[in-house]
């Protein structure tokens, strides 16, 4: 039987560890250098009200199994289409799912949660841990934080793993470089390259955003390389998308010396196979990026069902202040649209404050551009913020 858990409880056990890192947070080593712990320290309380307030989707078992096989049968050209179709909603997101029982293993009662917080951040934000000089990356980026939800049954809680490195995406700015992070990796990375003339770096992006390059094979789990085509074999539309992306250190990051050393010994691990954290973090970024590119194409919306207002043994004071409400999207084949009926009171008094997604608009000539997320309504209204779950729809998609 299940514990009862929900995607609500594991972003606010989060956000729990997060307020005191250095007795909760677990699967990073922290620095103990005065200096960095200081600033480890007064980075916490803001990050854990970052993700409690940023918008949340929870994905549904349904798409999540479904997103899956299609991932699993994509093309590298599929997989590269997802990328570019995948551009960020909000400025602050969290997305997360339970992980299914795969149907040939007996459903126990455990649950496995994955998220991804995803945050919009400026150049000169990212690297103030590092004091000597740092190389500045571009001047805006989006930052993929992954976190696991674990609980055996019985658990009264779920065991949160951190893991010491993010992933870093400069590919939906304004304006998009052609390689964003060149100086950054040739400063912070060690130099060496593998059998194939590529460097950690180059093999770590392989790894995670061309998951079709047969990587990890799917009943090992071992290193399968063809090295030719791993050097080699990229399109230009590949190597584009993969010179947008790089790896960074969290806002909890591993290293006493150089919390960049603690990236690349994670990327090392995550190469040879040796972290099953990180082989997870692999196999979930193309999941992540098939759910957001899914509902950028289109979706429906019904009325927002009202959250619950405390989450299963965590305190109230780790709840996000604002209402929170999901709205239930399915994701079918053709774009429709279903709008829910207007209250008489907005109406008759006018909306409350709330946020309005990026999304993609097509003009009468035919062009498509990207529309921010952007806020509408009058706060004195009140202020809404939104939680949503991706649903399939049953009628929809085979």
Request: glycine share 6%; aromatic share 10%; no cysteine.
């Amino acid at each position: 039987m299940s514990n009862g858990f929900t995607v609500a409880d594991f972003q606010a056990e989060i956000a729990h560890t997060m307020q005191k890192p250095y007795l909760r947070v677990r699967g990073v080593t922290l620095p103990t250098k005065p200096l960095l712990k200081k600033m480890i320290n007064s980075a916490a309380p803001a990050a854990a009200s970052q993700l409690l307030n940023s918008v949340t989707y929870e994905v549904s078992e349904d798409v999540v199994l479904d997103t899956t096989a299609k991932i699993e049968k994509s093309t590298r050209r599929q997989m590269v289409t997802n990328f570019w179709k995948a551009r960020i909603p909000h400025d602050e997101m969290f997305i997360a799912w339970e992980m299914p029982t795969p149907p040939d293993m007996e459903d126990k009662g455990e649950q496995v949660f994955e998220g991804w917080l995803i945050t919009k951040v400026h150049g000169d934000q990212a690297l103030t841990i590092r004091t000597d000089n740092p190389v500045y990356p571009p001047d805006t980026f989006y930052r993929y934080s992954y976190y696991v939800g674990e609980a055996p049954v019985g658990a009264n809680r779920l065991n949160i793993t951190h893991l010491p490195t993010s992933i870093v995406n400069a590919g939906y700015s304004d304006d998009v470089h052609d390689a964003p992070w060149a100086g950054y990796e040739a400063e912070y990375g060690n130099g060496s390259k593998d059998v194939a003339g590529l460097t950690l770096f180059e093999v770590f992006k392989r790894i995670v955003a061309i998951p079709k390059f047969g990587f990890i094979d799917p009943v090992t789990g071992e290193v399968q390389v063809d090295y030719d085509e791993w050097a080699h074999g990229l399109s230009s539309d590949e190597q584009q998308m993969l010179n947008q992306v790089s790896a960074m250190p969290t806002t909890f990051p591993e290293g006493d010396f150089d919390p960049y050393l603690g990236t690349m010994k994670f990327m090392q691990g995550a190469v040879e196979d040796e972290s099953p954290y990180a082989v997870s973090l692999i196999k979930s970024f193309p999941k992540l990026m098939g759910f957001i590119a899914a509902q950028n194409f289109s979706w429906v919306f019904t009325e927002p069902v009202s959250r619950g207002k405390h989450t299963k043994n965590i305190s109230s004071r780790v709840q996000p202040r604002n209402r929170h409400y999901k709205l239930e999207i399915k994701l079918p084949k053709e774009k429709q649209v279903i709008e829910g009926k207007q209250t008489q009171r907005t109406r008759e008094f006018g909306n409350a404050l709330h946020t309005v997604k990026g999304h993609p608009r097509t003009l009468k000539d035919g062009r498509e551009i990207w529309i921010d997320e952007h806020q509408r309504g009058d706060a004195k209204y009140g202020i809404v913020t939104k939680d949503y779950v991706l649903t399939k729809d049953k009628k929809g998609d085979k």
